[in-house]
């Protein structure tokens, strides 16, 4: 992986590979070697204790099918909240596709290279690159004007994944929304997968109801009340069931 590091900003890679089941990780770069570990486990999800976890399936039948199809599997959030908010931005009203080769291009113009085992990987420019930006090829309307505001409040530490998770969620939320371009989907994408925030029941993943609709075999579209009342049994892991239920549905057969 190749990041810029919050706080900072400055560009790190990493290596991480398994060894007798533990992590272990190399850093490759000038960036303090203990926010670039700290980002790293929560990047992979290791900032939390799992162990807890197991009791989950314990309560919920359901959930420990999907446990024992995909063990040990955690989120893998974006490198940080900052990234996260900057892929909202460049993503909306546009296909996937499109969006990650226009994030690619940024990065390519304007990120770091490190090297990784001899490998070159480049960055996405941190925020003190994206205020300057003022135009780029892919980025239309009030995108990079957004860009920008996005990177002003990574810099004043609005988008810091410890400070966002510090917070009660609806103040997180509220805080996010008020970024330009930064509607309530993109505000919890960036909180969960951003920030990492391992414990939320969200509202606004369509795919998420749809999974959850035929993995309780529910005769109906799961309501927000069914939501809630299955995922009491997630606590506090209800991002990460939230995870393995999207997963499930997504490599099946639609």
Known sequence: MAFAVEGTWASAGVCVREVDARPVGRAYGDADLDAVKRQTARILSLDVDGRGFAEVGRRDPVAAA???????????????????????????RIHRSQAA?????????????????????RAFPGPQVLTGVQEFAGLFGNKV???????????????????????????????????????????????????????????????FRRAMTGAYGLAHEASNDDLRRISEAWRPYRT???FLLRQEFERRPQ
């Not at 999907?66 to 993503?91: D, M, N």
């Not at 390519?108 to 290279?113: I, L, S």
């Open 66 to 92: 999907l446990q024992q199809r995909s063990p040990g599997l955690r989120p893998v959030c974006f490198y940080s909240a900052y990234e996260a908010a900057t892929w909202a931005i460049i993503s909306h």
């Open 101 to 121: 080769a226009v994030k690619a291009r940024l990065a390519e113009a304007f990120g770091d290279v490190l090297s990784i085992h001899g490998q070159p990987m």
């Open 145 to 207: 004007a957004n860009l920008r505001a996005i990177a002003n409040a990574a810099l004043v530490g609005d988008l810091e994944a410890a400070f966002l998770r510090s917070l009660p969620d609806a103040e997180a939320l509220a805080l996010l929304q008020r970024l330009p371009g930064i509607g309530p989907f993109s505000a919890q994408l960036i909180l969960l997968r951003g920030a990492g925030h391992p414990d939320f029941l969200t509202f606004e993943e369509p795919r």
């Open 240 to 242: 990460w069931m939230t």
